[in-house]
Nanobody, 124 residues
Framework: QVQLVESGGGLVQAGGSLRLSCAASGRTFSNYAMGWFRQAPGKEREFVAA????????YYADSVQGRFIISRDNAKNTVWLQMNSLKPEDTAVYYCAKSQSMGVLTALTAYDYWGQGTQVTVSS
C-alpha cells in the first residue's frame, strides 16, 4: 500500500509561484515514476508532469512546459512541483500519483495510487 499526501496549495496572484509537495509512505516509492495531474471545475483530470523513478527523466504537458518543474528525493519519499509564472487557467485541484512503471507516462490509467488533492487558485 502507498499513501500520498499533497500540500502547498493556496491562493496566488497571476505571475506568482507555488511549490507543491507530495509525501509518500511505503518502501516502494523509489521504484516507480511519479506524476502530477490537475482537475479544474467541470473539466476532466489532466496530466501535468511526470518524473522517472530516479529523477533522470521528466516530462511536461505543453501548457506548463517552461513554467513548472517536477523533482523528487527518494531518501525523503517526496516529490515536488515548483510552479512559476502562474496563470488563472492553472487554477485546479492538483493531485500527486504513483505510476505503475519506472518510466514517465502521461495516461491516468498508468497510475495506481492517488493523493487527496490540493487546491491551487490563481487570481487575475
Amino acid at each position: 500500500q502507498v499513501q500520498l499526501v499533497e500540500s502547498g496549495g493556496g491562493l496566488v496572484q497571476a505571475g506568482g509561484s507555488l511549490r507543491l509537495s507530495c509525501a509518500a509512505s511505503g518502501r516502494t516509492f523509489s521504484n516507480y515514476a511519479m506524476g502530477w495531474f490537475r482537475q479544474a471545475p467541470g473539466k476532466e483530470r489532466e496530466f501535468v508532469a511526470a518524473i522517472s523513478w530516479n529523477g533522470g527523466r521528466t516530462y511536461y504537458a505543453d501548457s506548463v512546459q517552461g513554467r513548472f518543474i517536477i523533482s523528487r528525493d527518494n531518501a525523503k519519499n517526496t516529490v515536488w512541483l515548483q510552479m512559476n509564472s502562474l496563470k488563472p487557467e492553472d487554477t485546479a485541484v492538483y493531485y500527486c500519483a504513483k505510476s505503475q512503471s519506472m518510466g514517465v507516462l502521461t495516461a491516468l490509467t498508468a497510475y495506481d495510487y492517488w493523493g487527496q488533492g490540493t487546491q491551487v487558485t490563481v487570481s487575475s
